[in-house]
């Protein structure tokens, strides 16, 4: 099975700022990999797919990079609606893993 | 707009059966594959099971292989996960999800509000 990281676990951040949250694949899957952003008591939204690409809808203050098996999302200009729990998942093969999510707080 | 509403949660006790339902709506269902996703409280998403759009197709978490059994029902719009012997680790919210293709096999783009299971005597 393939195991997904990410880093950190939790991130403490103001509005305005930017963050990064990497995320880690122990194998190669290509640009197999999505991103979610999941709020108490909510569904998981997709934000991204293939890496880098957009879902419909979702802000362009959303980026995602790829290098290797290391991902990458990015955050510019932090605004309040943005604190929540992010995951990322890979579906290059299964079992589809997600990773253990990063926690996204208010400083 | 993609709607998916889940039904079927509740409190069982170990080792019985439930039945969990997904209605879609808002897209053309047959073309899609489909997934279920749970999440324990206060833990992080784990991927279930996924099922292709003709329902030929059926992929498992070893943790649920031989207990957990995906299927769908194209006429009626409706995805469904029987669950058996249940166990404790079960107990944990479930989404239906829509896959971005119709195989079941890319990501999971729309989600439902999801359903909680409840393991317990």
């Known amino acids: ?107 | 707009q993609v709607q998916l509403v889940e039904s079927g949660g509740g409190v069982v006790q170990p080792g019985r059966a439930l039945r969990l339902s997904c209605v879609a709506s808002g897209f053309s269902f047959s073309d899609y594959g489909m997934h279920w996703v749970r999440q324990a409280p206060g833990e992080g998403l784990e991927w279930v099971t996924s099922v292709s759009h003709d329902g030929r197709n059926k992929f498992y978490a070893d943790s649920v292989k031989g207990r957990l059994t995906i299927s769908r029902d194209n006429p009626k719009n409706t995805l469904y996960l029987q669950m058996s012997n249940l166990r404790a680790e079960d107990t944990a919210t479930y989404y239906c999800a829509r896959d971005q293709a119709n195989t079941g096999g890319y990501y999971p783009d729309s989600w439902g509000q999801g359903t909680l299971v409840t393991v317990s005597s």
């Open chain 1, 1 to 107: 099975d393939i195991q997904m990281t990410q880093s950190p676990s939790s991130l403490s951040a103001s509005v305005g700022d930017r963050v990064t949250i990497t995320c880690r694949a122990s194998q190669g899957i290509s640009t197999y990999l999505a991103w979610f952003q999941q709020k108490p008591g909510k569904a998981p939204k997709p934000l991204m797919y293939a890496a880098s690409v957009l879902q419909s809808g979702v802000p362009s203050k959303f980026s995602g990079s790829r290098s290797g098996t290391d991902f990458t999302l990015t955050i510019s200009s932090l605004q309040p609606e943005d604190f929540a729990t992010y995951y990322c998942q890979q579906y290059h093969s299964v079992p589809f893993t997600f990773g253990p999510g990063t926690r996204l707080d208010m400083k």
